[in-house]
Antibody, heavy 118, light 107 residues
Framework: EVQLVESGGGLVQPGGSLRLSCAAS????????MNWVRQAPGRGLEWVST????????YYADSVKGRFTISRDISKNTLSLQMNSLRAEDAAVYYC???????????WGQGTLVTVSS | EIVLTQSPATLSLSPGERATLSCRAS??????LTWYQQKPGQAPRLLIY???NRATGIPARFSGSGSGTDFTLTISSLEPEDFAVYYC?????????FGQGTKLEIK
């Protein structure tokens, strides 16, 4: 069974940093690209970042480029999102999702909540 | 950036009725259009990919159609568990973008 479990969310002050993790199991992690997608409270879905299966290519939304870094550790089956210089508008539930062979988000984690407030 | 506009914002229907949800793109996304369903407090779920292909386990009452810039998600006969928010998403270009969602509510 495919499982994605996010962790690392919490309360952080504006300008602060946070590192999110997504533990993957039930599939060959190294064979799939992965995504981070976020959802601000009461709002819609927003794509944040993508990393290819090899980790060799990454993509970012303009709203996070230069502040967030996506990475993966194949040995630990873990996807990460390093978030720096956090702003109030980064507050959201962050979901990790697996990319299918057609590059769609076919499995999602339950999400982790990030709150940015002083 | 490709903007996806979903309509209507809210659709009020009764179980057993047919639901038609629209997604319009600001430029062609070819066939790279995906639909997700999200229920309150849950993660989104993949419904339809590449315009018209149902994801694993998705009932046949869900269907997708369209091409280029205009796409439709149809639910042929609504079941109680279908009342949720539906999002379209394009994977034609970077950045990936989602529509703002259509809330399907019980009338």
């Amino acid at each position: 069974e495919v499982q994605l479990v996010e962790s690392g969310g919490g309360l952080v002050q504006p300008g602060g940093s946070l590192r999110l993790s997504c533990a993957a199991s039930g599939f060959t992690f190294s064979s799939y690209g992965m995504n981070w997608v976020r959802q601000a409270p009461g709002r819609g879905l927003e794509w944040v970042s993508t990393i290819t299966s090899s980790g060799g290519t990454t993509y970012y939304a303009d709203s996070v480029k230069g502040r967030f870094t996506i990475s993966r550790d194949i040995s630990k089956n873990t996807l990460s999102l390093q978030m720096n210089s956090l702003r109030a508008e980064d507050a959201a539930v962050y979901y990790c999702a697996r990319l299918s062979s057609s590059w769609d988000n076919d499995y999602w984690g339950q999400g982790t909540l990030v709150t940015v407030s002083s | 950036e490709i903007v996806l506009t979903q309509s209507p914002a809210t659709l009020s229907l009764s179980p057993g009725e047919r639901a038609t949800l629209s997604c319009r793109a600001s430029q062609s996304v070819s066939s790279y259009l995906t639909w997700y369903q999200q229920k309150p407090g849950q993660a989104p779920r993949l419904l339809i990919y590449a315009v018209s292909n149902r994801a694993t386990g998705i009932p046949a009452r869900f269907s997708g159609s369209g091409s280029g810039t205009d796409f439709t998600l149809t639910i042929s006969s609504l079941e109680p568990e279908d009342f949720a928010v539906y999002y379209c998403q394009q994977r034609s270009n970077w950045p990936r973008t989602f529509g703002q969602g259509t809330k399907l509510e019980i009338k």
